[in-house]
């Protein structure tokens, strides 16, 4: 059970097994594509979301995960699974469009320009030029000079330049998804030096750190990250976790606390919350917090998550 917001993170919860295919799994793929073609995209996700449950390695089923959510209008949860699809498929042109459109909707606008300017440079023509102008246009809206109420340019308003850090953050990602993780990780600081406000960058290369175990780094970045953009949710929880995996149940109950706050509906925290609370011998407030998570959470993925949770409950309420 992780954030689908942060996916990335989420492959360190996977047992140490591989997963495969199974019938059932099929099953799920094939009857969220049919609801795709019905336009059923949240339910299509349910579905997509059991396949890679069951199958990490399954590169189509996030693909498909991912470009429900989006039509789902769920961008939070497509951008991870965009990314897991691109750490498996890393030379594919389609998931940087979805990707694109999901960050400028996430409020990541120099991901998004990156993301976005690298899809119309690779993807073939003229098979994919409805999606290049598309973007394009996309392009064209992010970087075009912000109008007046009366819909005409005021000459005095200046356009809000791009990120100077957004060539840098593209190319750390781009090679963070052909894993070349080190020389990722220089291109992800570089692009933090040419731009100290970059929130996206920072988060990625915590994200990074985290998943290649380096979790002191990684608290570092996250914490930086978070005191110069204290409404990046992502962050917040990303330093949640990292905390949390290195013992330091204080810190992560905070950092929860701060994500909690920025995204209330999201039942992901909850659970990480709980075993904080837990370590701290905050009984009590453990209890409440998987029982919020146990509220929340309808993900029929995450029911390895959700029987956990139900057990933490069982021994919180016999120790009592």
Same mark, same amino acid.
């Given at each position: 059970?992780?954030?689908?917001?942060?996916?990335?993170?989420?492959?360190?919860?996977?047992?140490?097994?591989?997963?495969?295919?199974?019938?059932?799994?099929?099953?799920?793929?094939?009857?969220?594509?049919? !609801?795709?073609?019905?336009?059923?995209?949240? @339910? $299509?996700?349910? =579905? %997509?979301?059991?396949?890679? /449950?069951? &199958? #990490?390695?399954?590169?189509?089923?996030?693909?498909?995960?991912?470009?429900?959510?989006?039509?789902?209008?769920?961008?939070?949860?497509?951008?991870?699974?965009?990314?897991?699809?691109?750490?498996?498929?890393?030379?594919?042109?389609?998931?940087?469009?979805?990707?694109?459109?999901?960050?400028?909707?996430?409020?990541?606008?120099?991901?998004?320009?990156?993301?976005?300017?690298?899809?119309?440079?690779?993807?073939?023509?003229?098979?994919?030029?409805?999606?290049?102008?598309?973007?394009?246009?996309?392009?064209?809206?992010?970087?075009?000079?912000?109008?007046?109420?009366?819909?005409?340019?005021?000459?005095?308003?200046?356009?809000?330049?791009?990120?100077?850090?957004?060539?840098?953050?593209?190319?750390?990602?781009? !090679?963070?998804?052909?894993?070349?993780?080190? @020389? $990722?990780?220089? =291109? %992800?600081?570089?692009?933090? /030096?040419? &731009? #100290?406000?970059?929130?996206?960058?920072?988060?990625?290369?915590?994200?990074?750190?985290?998943?290649?175990?380096?979790?002191?780094?990684?608290?570092?970045?996250?914490?930086?990250?978070?005191?110069?953009?204290?409404?990046?949710?992502?962050?917040?929880?990303?330093?949640?976790?990292?905390?949390?995996?290195?013992?330091?149940?204080?810190?992560?109950?905070?950092?929860?606390?701060?994500?909690?706050?920025?995204?209330?509906?999201?039942?992901?925290?909850?659970?990480?919350?709980?075993?904080?609370?837990?370590?701290?011998?905050?009984?009590?407030?453990?209890?409440?917090?998987?029982?919020?998570?146990?509220?929340?959470?309808?993900?029929?993925?995450?029911?390895?998550?959700?029987?956990?949770?139900?057990?933490?409950?069982?021994?919180?309420?016999?120790?009592?």
């Amino acid at each position: 059970m992780r954030n689908a917001a942060a996916v990335a993170v989420a492959l360190l919860s996977l047992p140490a097994w591989i997963a495969q295919a199974t019938p059932a799994s099929d099953a799920a793929f094939e009857a969220g594509a049919a !609801l795709m073609t019905q336009k059923r995209y949240a @339910e $299509a996700a349910e =579905k %997509f979301q059991e396949v890679v /449950a069951s &199958d #990490p390695n399954n590169d189509l089923g996030w693909y498909q995960l991912a470009s429900a959510h989006r039509k789902a209008e769920r961008c939070d949860r497509a951008v991870p699974a965009y990314r897991r699809y691109m750490d498996l498929v890393t030379n594919m042109p389609d998931p940087y469009y979805g990707l694109g459109l999901c960050l400028v909707k996430t409020g990541d606008k120099a991901g998004a320009l990156a993301s976005l300017k690298h899809f119309v440079a690779v993807a073939p023509r003229p098979k994919s030029k409805v999606w290049i102008d598309h973007a394009a246009s996309v392009i064209e809206e992010l970087t075009a000079p912000p109008k007046p109420a009366g819909g005409l340019v005021d000459a005095a308003v200046k356009p809000t330049p791009p990120s100077p850090a957004a060539p840098a953050y593209l190319e750390a990602q781009l !090679l963070r998804d052909r894993g070349h993780i080190e @020389e $990722a990780i220089v =291109k %992800f600081k570089q692009a933090i /030096a040419q &731009d #100290p406000r970059h929130a996206a960058a920072r988060t990625a290369l915590g994200e990074l750190l985290l998943k290649i175990r380096r979790d002191d780094e990684a608290i570092v970045v996250l914490r930086a990250a978070v005191d110069k953009n204290p409404t990046y949710a992502l962050a917040w929880y990303d330093l949640a976790f990292g905390l949390r995996a290195r013992g330091q149940h204080a810190a992560a109950v905070d950092a929860y606390e701060h994500y909690i706050k920025l995204k209330p509906g999201d039942p992901d925290p909850y659970y990480g919350l709980g075993r904080s609370l837990q370590h701290l011998g905050r009984t009590g407030d453990a209890r409440r917090a998987f029982e919020t998570y146990l509220s929340l959470e309808k993900r029929p993925g995450e029911q390895r998550w959700v029987e956990s949770a139900e057990a933490q409950i069982r021994t919180l309420t016999a120790a009592k």
